[in-house]
T-cell receptor
Framework: ETAVFQTPNYHVTQVGNEVSFNCKQT?????MYWYKQDSKKLLKIMFS???????VNETVPRRFSPQSSDKAHLNLRIKSVEPEDSAVYLC?????????????FGSGTRLTVL | GDSVTQTEGPVTVSESESLIINCTYS????????LFWYVRYPGEGLQLLLK?????QKGSSRGFEATYNKETTSFHLQKASVQESDSAVYYC?????????????FGQGTSLSVVP
């Protein structure tokens, strides 16, 4: 049963364009995340929010910016995409912020940059 | 830094055979790591298979088992008899101490195919 919803599923764009991805969770969790899965299938965290506050901000290019309107929504905007941004972007949520928390993932947004 | 290394895939196993997917970790900045196995079945999202937050303990789910071995820094996933429905991509992951803000560090994933 899906409880973390991501849109769109796929997006194809050209270098230099701006894209936005949406994520919503209906689990009542306080914490949400964005992970990037690259072409080698490596999963790496990008950002984490707790109750709309940014708590984890890994070293990502400045063209990436997360946006949280409330604790159930976490969007990701990429200004001026580059070819290396082609990847699957996974949104996740958890009840708390501790290292033992279970993450619940969405199905992902596959971005292709031409 | 913190890292996780697991069996290179793809792995192909015959139905009813035993399986082990190796996972070793390095937790240089985490004093008390928590260890996880996540799984992605075909057409589904990534989901938790099992987790263990105490060294020396064993976790189990869906016939899979993994023991948190602090001495060998390992968390190998095992199943005595696999089924076709176990075909999926398995990810070992490392998390920080339960009382701290933390993030999961994932291994590279191991693709498993179970054939009849």
């Amino acid at each position: 049963e899906t409880a973390v919803f991501q849109t769109p599923n796929y997006h194809v764009t050209q270098v230099g364009n701006e894209v936005s991805f949406n994520c919503k969770q209906t689990l009542g969790h306080d914490t949400m995340y964005w992970y990037k899965q690259d072409s080698k299938k490596l999963l790496k965290i990008m950002f984490s929010y707790n109750n709309k506050q940014l708590i984890v901000n890994e070293t990502v290019p400045r063209r990436f910016s997360p946006q949280s309107s409330d604790k159930a929504h976490l969007n990701l905007r990429i200004k001026s995409v580059e070819p290396e941004d082609s990847a699957v972007y996974l949104c996740a949520s958890s009840y708390g912020t501790g290292g033992g928390e279970t993450l619940y993932f969405g199905s992902g947004t596959r971005l292709t940059v031409l | 830094g913190d890292s996780v290394t697991q069996t290179e895939g793809p792995v192909t196993v015959s139905e009813s055979e035993s399986l082990i997917i190796n996972c070793t970790y390095s937790a240089t900045s985490i004093a008390y790591p928590n260890l996880f196995w996540y799984v992605r079945y075909p057409g589904e999202g990534l989901q938790l298979l099992l987790k263990v937050i105490t060294a020396g303990q064993k976790g189990s789910s869906r016939g899979f088992e993994a023991t948190y071995n602090k001495e060998t820094t390992s968390f190998h996933l095992q199943k005595a008899s696999v089924q076709e429905s176990d075909s999926a991509v398995y990810y070992c992951a490392l998390g920080g101490a339960s009382s701290s803000f933390s993030k999961l560090v994932f291994g590279q994933g191991t693709s498993l195919s179970v054939v009849p």
